[in-house]
């Protein structure tokens, strides 16, 4: 536990290559109070679950930054479960989960950040972003964010956010990508991001919200099935600037 009890603080640093911190159950990154986690240089952490932020009022952060170093969690990871949480990845770092889930409780905020050539988060399930709170993902700079199904603004009264920007930067989505499920979702491609799914459904159910906009020379959002804007709810699509939108139908 990093921040175990409310108003305790705890700091994590793993560097150098061959450095390890394996957990063999979970890891809590700010469980009451504030935690922090740093991987660097080559660093190793792992674990079963991850939390950022586990419980209302405490705030969680982990940064893994540099070649080599790695975040597993062999579960999920909880950006913000029901706290504050935020997971930057700079700089060629390497994050490893099930599912990604950022602001999971009502009243939690999750942010996560992809930054730099290299840099990568791997969800070999879902990623959903605002579960039941709000989520907020940033990919800029070439990094890459890879997942099944994307949800943006899961449930009602939730908020989710994607941005994807600059050169290089990618959101791989092997299923679908929902924008907009129940509550409010936000996409913005921009500057040469590239978003891929197989359908794309922008306000999914009834009383969603769901926005994207595809902005500037290179920007990219590639449906190889169908594209939906306005399923049940209410969507609005943005193509600008030289963005380009691709589906089937």
């Known amino acids: ?26 890891l809590f990154v ?29 705030t969680g952060t982990a940064t893994v930054i540099g070649s080599g170093s790695q975040w597993t969690n062999s579960n999920i990871l909880y950006v913000a479960r029901s706290g504050s949480g935020t997971l930057n ?14 602001g ?7 942010i996560a950040t992809v930054t730099g050539s290299d840099s990568q988060w791997n969800n070999s399930g ?12 940033n990919v800029e700079e070439g990094g890459v964010v890879s ?4 949800y943006i603004g899961s449930y009602y009264g939730s908020t989710g956010i994607a941005t994807v920007t600059g050169s290089g930067s990618q959101w791989n ?15 913005n491609v921009e500057s040469g991001g590239v978003v891929s799914n197989t359908s794309g459904f922008i306000g ?14 290179g920007s990219q959002w590639n449906n190889w099935s169908q594209l939906e804007v306005g399923h049940f709810g209410k969507g609005t699509l943005n193509v600008e600037a030289g963005g380009v939108v691709t589906n089937t139908h």
Do not use: K, P
């Open 147 to 150: 997942n099944t199904s994307g």
């Open 104 to 110: 999971y409780s009502s009243g939690s905020t999750g």
């Open 173 to 187: 989505n092997s299923g679908n990508l929902l924008v907009g499920l129940y509550g409010s979702g936000t996409l």
């Open 204 to 217: 999914y159910n009834s009383g969603s919200t769901g926005i994207a906009t595809v902005t500037g020379e």
């Open 30 to 58: 700010g469980r009451s109070g504030s935690g922090t986690l740093n991987i660097e240089a080559g660093g190793v952490v792992a674990n079963t679950v991850g939390y950022l932020g586990y419980y209302s009022g405490s």
């Open 126 to 137: 879902r990623m959903r972003l605002g579960y039941d709170g709000s989520g907020t993902l």
């Open 1 to 26: 536990y990093l921040g175990s009890a409310s108003g305790s603080t705890g700091i994590a640093t793993v560097t150098g290559s061959g450095s390890q911190w394996n957990n063999s159950g979970n």
């Open 89 to 102: 990845v700079e700089s060629g770092g390497v994050v490893a989960n099930t599912v990604g889930q950022l």
